[in-house]
């Protein structure tokens, strides 16, 4: 696993987990594995894998060089930050109480009962100092935004590319949501799914 230690100094009003300009996709050839079925890179690294085994989409690690590229989030530091639940901004432990771990979401409470669970998310969760700085910074969140406190939470998937086996090798397919239930061996992963179970909107 890439060491992706929280950077010594964040740049103010970066988010930790948005892409700069100097960590754009390095040159990676994905190829059938040769241990089965599957994709690899190939010159894949040990790092290039999880714990869990899963290939992930292979972004350099250059916080702070170059230029944000707001919207667009790293893989690595996304899924340290939703797996460590650490805040998506500052990198320091998100917010809990009693209640749960606090997010901050773009505000879709009319899209179905009991929004948002049973909701995917790949946004980790935030910190209560970075919710003001969020709702200043980002024009989607200061347009509508909700907060909400979650207890129950598994790591249940990934969002990535499935590929597909072609004569000569393989080739991307869909990308989207996949759950761990489905074959992992064919997805290149970019973000760390967690599925709300019993999420309360506290604004
Ligand atoms: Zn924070």
Redesign the pocket.
Known sequence: MVNLRVPSELVPYVP?VTAWSSEARPRRRVVPRSTGAGIAFADERPSDRDRRGFLWDRFKLAYGKGKPMFGAVHPGRQRHAMDKL???????P??RNTDGVLWMLQDHRDDWVGWPNRMGVTEPP?????VE?SRQRCPALRRSHALVRVNTMPVTGVHGTRYVPTGEGVAPGKSGPIDFGADLRWVLATHLVREFRDAVIVN
């Open positions: 930790y650490l805040c998506q901004v500052c990198a320091q998100a917010d935030i910190c209560a100092p970075c700085v």
